[in-house]
């Protein structure tokens, strides 16, 4: 039986983790372009083993958030650390750290899927037997042995998202930050995708952006709720059907429909 979702005001429900495990730690982070305030003042914390779901309408400050945690936007405020590495401070050591799929996963189309991986090793510094293991790793984990010869160019949209997804992944990094991972992919890609960050979330910290509520339900501990650049929930998805005794859906529909205090 569909029981009416409880108004629901701005709130946050925030946890508390041990700190030794800390992998991701945001502070007061804020980003404008010119009279749009994309980020608005976000701090949280992620820790190893966990998969932050972070959840928004479009035009939310989901992309500009990971970006500047990808150290690909410079804040106007505010600071984040990725394994310890300040990403104002120490960009380079960041990057090496972390694996990032960004919104459109840019790539060289006119090149093979197998070149573009190697040139990415390249610009990883995986060389030698270290290389080919990598390939050997990350090729099967994203299903693409089939297109591994075809260029870039020639690739459905669905293709070209595991690619992005296994230069996110083959330096085998301790953080993960995927901006809507599934984009464009079918049902049983998408089973797919989401199986594998289950699969890798216990041994990694990942941020997965999205607006896709069912992919929230289907592979976060944790779920981030963020509209017009401030962050209006922090909990779990299950917390947050419980505590309002209504479905994902409308707990989010009403959350980020309601005015953000300035």
Known sequence: MNRECRKITSWKLVHRYDVE??????????RTFGSIVAVDDISFEVQKGHVL????????GKSTAMKMLACFLEPDSGTASICGYDIRED????RKCLGYLSENAPAYGEMTVGSFLSFICDARDIRGTKRQQALDRVVPMCSIESVYYQSIETLSKGYKRRVGLAQALIHDPQVLILDEPTDGLDPNQKYEV????????????IIVSTHILEEVEAICSRTIIIARGK?????????LKDRYQCSLEEVFRNITSTRVDA
């Open 21 to 30: 495990t800390k992998m991701i730690s945001v502070d007061k982070l804020c």
């Open 53 to 60: 779901g972070f959840l928004g309408p479009n035009g939310a």
């Open 91 to 94: 960009p380079v050591k960041v």
């Open 194 to 205: 989401r199986s594998l960050i289950n699969k890798m979330a216990g041994e990694k910290c």
């Open 231 to 239: 962050i209006l929930a922090d909990s779990t998805p299950k917390e």
